[in-house]
């Protein structure tokens, strides 16, 4: 006789109700996590809205090779005889002049820029001729050489590969070269050339391929050809952590701030690519270890903090894969690939105060295409009916103004970044409350603020800018300039008229917005005029 006997943890019981059959049939279905980014898709621009005939470097550095910023888009050239970049201004799309004028006032060949993030008008470049120099951009753009930079700073030993601004703190700038040291510099000084950095950091054995800072800018994450990974306290230089893994070799290291958590992207054991992510508190043992394929390009990592969505894109690749970061297992959820035949050679991205919000932007890629020397922008959206601001995607995000000054920051202050909302009607306000400044309006007094935005419509047709010629020109919102040359194809022409409408939408939007609050402010006037205790 055979033994029927049933392990007791699968045993069912004998007449089950509907309720549990459902449950014991359906049990096999996979469990999907919901996200408002699964169907976020790249659109590329158009080939009028490219930036065409730009003579890409052909430096073998793993670097970006691009800067940008809501005014201007800087891109390191291929010269000969010394080094030198190219600024162009955002919108100056279309065929580049080959003998537009360069930022030429290195000696070696440049291998990084940035832009301070504080400042839309400076920019601060390294070259192998050992110097970092700080350039001071014309706002109308760069229309001769420039050769002489507002600050030159002269302190390492052998060639500067790499440099980053503070996040928080104003005119602070960090460089690291093949001297293996990193260098801490104020530019808050009278002196044009700076030879002593107010910190130098020597805990590295070889060359630091990245850094990255959290929030606040009081850690800096640093990946070293050593293969550590390091975290430093940048004002005192103390070694907070240290870990070297014997699975991954990184490259490329990020500070995951809101999640706690440190990416690090580099090659296994195998030589496979492969991304790392870390608790911030115990280095010891990578929380994840993904492979993601053999090629043998760098792989850059961009993290938006306010969507918490991770892109890879690889140097030599088309095609960018992006994820959704979470602060619990499994941490990384892979959502989908941008493809491309187009092989990028560096990526920029722009800030996101520089986004398009009326068409879901959530980020803004540029790509390099050396093969055709070609600048691509790459937009990542969210596609959305609805043509209304969505507040979901964009919270409060870090703004143009720095938190601390240079020696607030040396004194020992820490302090998060200030937030500032990309909500149409506020970027309205901001850019207004800049525009006035110059007409001695009263501030700091009570209702000062209300008289002043109620009066902006009447004001608006007295206040005027002078253009270069000395032509008088109305300010307009969104950077929208109404003596740009007139478009030259259909597809601009269709171009400028979405973009007047949506113009439209927006100011009647606030027009609405300002007459509902005038009835407020109207209603309140009567309440008080009607209490007993009114005087």
């Known amino acids: 006789m055979r033994d029927t006997t049933v392990c007791p943890s699968r045993t069912l ?30 659109k590329a621009a158009t080939k009028e809205n490219c930036f065409d005939g730009v003579p890409i470097t052909r430096s073998v550095q793993d670097n970006t090779f691009c800067a940008v910023n809501p005014q201007f888009l800087a891109v390191i050239t291929e010269c000969a005889g010394g080094g030198a970049f190219l600024v162009l201004t955002i919108h100056h799309t279309g065929k580049v002049d080959p003998h537009h004028p360069r930022v030429t006032g290195h000696r070696g060949n440049v291998l990084d820029i940035k832009w301070n993030p504080f400042n839309d008008y400076c920019i601060a470049s390294c070259s192998e001729d050992t110097t970092v120099k700080v350039w001071e951009i014309p706002a109308h753009g760069v229309r001769k050489n420039l050769t002489v930079p507002w600050k030159e700073l002269q302190g390492h030993s052998r060639r500067v590969g790499l440099v980053e601004w503070h996040p928080t703190a104003n005119n602070i700038l960090f460089s690291t070269a093949y001297d293996y040291k990193v260098m801490i510099w104020n530019l808050d000084c009278p002196e044009q050339v700076i030879k002593n950095p107010v910190r130098t950091l020597s805990q590295h054995s070889d060359v630091v391929l990245s850094m990255s800072f959290n929030a606040d800018g009081s850690v800096l994450a640093t990946a070293c050809k050593d293969r550590k990974l390091r975290l430093l306290e940048p004002r005192s230089g103390t070694l907070l952590q240290e870990v070297k893994c014997k699975t991954h070799k990184a490259s490329k290291v990020i500070v995951l701030c809101n999640v706690k958590k440190l990416l690090t992207s580099g090659t296994s054991r195998w030589n496979d690519r492969q991304i790392a992510l870390w608790d911030l508190d115990d280095l010891s043992v990578p929380l994840v270890e993904e492979n993601l394929d053999g090629s043998s390009g760098v792989l850059f990592p961009f993290y938006d903090p306010d969507t918490h969505m991770l892109y890879l894109a690889g140097k030599g690749d088309g095609n960018i894969k992006y994820y959704e970061i979470s602060s619990e297992k499994p ?40 093969i055709k020397s070609l600048i691509e922008p790459l937009s990542m959206i969210v ?27 040396l004194s020992g202050v820490d302090k998060g970044p200030l937030l500032m909302s990309l909500k149409p009607g506020h970027r309205v306000d901001e850019s207004y409350a800049d525009m006035t400044k110059g007409f001695n309006r009263s501030q700091g007094r009570p209702g000062s603020y209300i008289q002043d935005q ?29 003596l740009c040359s007139p478009p ?44 007993p205790n009114s005087l």
């Open 383 to 409: 596609p959305r009916r609805s043509e209304s601001y969505q507040e979901d995607l964009y919270p409060m995000t870090a703004g143009d103004k720095a938190a601390l000054t240079a020696d607030e920051w």
């Open 13 to 42: 019981p004998a007449d089950p109700s509907p309720v549990t059959r459902t449950l014991v049939r359906m049990s096999w279905r996979p469990q999907y996590r919901s996200s408002k980014f699964r169907h976020v898709f790249g």
């Open 331 to 370: 941490y990384l959820h892979y959502l989908t690939d941008y493809r491309s035949n187009l092989p990028q050679k560096g990526m920029g991205v722009m800030p996101k105060r520089g986004l398009d919000v009326s068409s879901c932007e959530v980020f803004r890629f540029y790509k390099l295409v050396t």
């Open 454 to 482: 109620l009066g902006a419509k009447d004001n608006s047709e007295h206040d005027y800018e002078l253009t270069a010629d000395g032509r008088s020109r109305t300010p307009v919102s969104n950077g929208e300039d109404p």
């Open 488 to 531: 030259k194809t259909e597809s601009e022409l269709r171009l400028k008229f979405h973009k007047q409408q949506d113009e439209i939408r927006r100011l009647r939007e606030l027009v609405n917005q300002r007459d509902v609050r005038i009835k407020q402010l109207e209603l309140e006037i009567k309440n008080v005029k009607n209490s």
